[in-house]
Every structure is written in structure tokens, then in C-alpha cells.
């Protein structure tokens, strides 16, 4: 459930434990543009119309919101099947010139 600006006033004002999660939650498109740590408290704390949110809180942000993100269900297409490889027969190579000559060795330094 999504929190509304005066909710998330609220929570801000009493530094409540879950204040930082709901942040991400309703400004997520400003932590999607990777902005940078300043710029984006400017954009948050212009739209609240107070100065709530500090660095700290958007890196702590950053540093959790990979957690926090609602895992998209899988469709259809996006399932990964199994394919069976098939099976190739592997070739040896051999060097010509141990077959022309059977003291080759292939070295210099072996007819030291």
C-alpha cells in the first residue's frame, strides 16, 4: 500500500522505523535516474515542502532498495526451458609431422 505525502510527513517528523522504505516507495522514479545524493534531496524536500529528508536516509536508500523491490511474476515467456545439447563427437588431432617422421618431437631443445 502506497503511503500518502501526508503520511509520509509524518512518519519523516517522528523518524519513524519504516520512514526510509516508504520514501523509496513513493519517490522511486527519483532513485530510479541516478541522480546524485544532493540533487535528489533537493527534488524530495521541494515536493514535501519541508526539509526532512538528509543524506544519510538516501544513501541508506540506495544502499537497501535492491531488497526492497517487488519481484515481477514470471510470464511465459520469460521462463527459461531446458534444451538437450546434442551430443558431438570430438575430433583428435594429430601433428603431420609425427606421422612422416616418428623421431620428431617436436622440440629443439629435446635433440640436446
Known sequence: MKASKEQLIRLLESRDVRRR?????????????QHSARFTIELINADLGIALVNRQDVKYIRAHCNQW???QPETAETKQHTVEKKSVKKEIWTNQEELKNP???GSKLDSL
Open 21 to 33: 522504505r516508504k520514501l523509496y516507495e513513493y519517490y522511486e522514479h527519483y532513485f530510479q535516474q
Open 103 to 105: 623421431i620428431f618431437t
Open 69 to 71: 523491490k517487488t519481484a
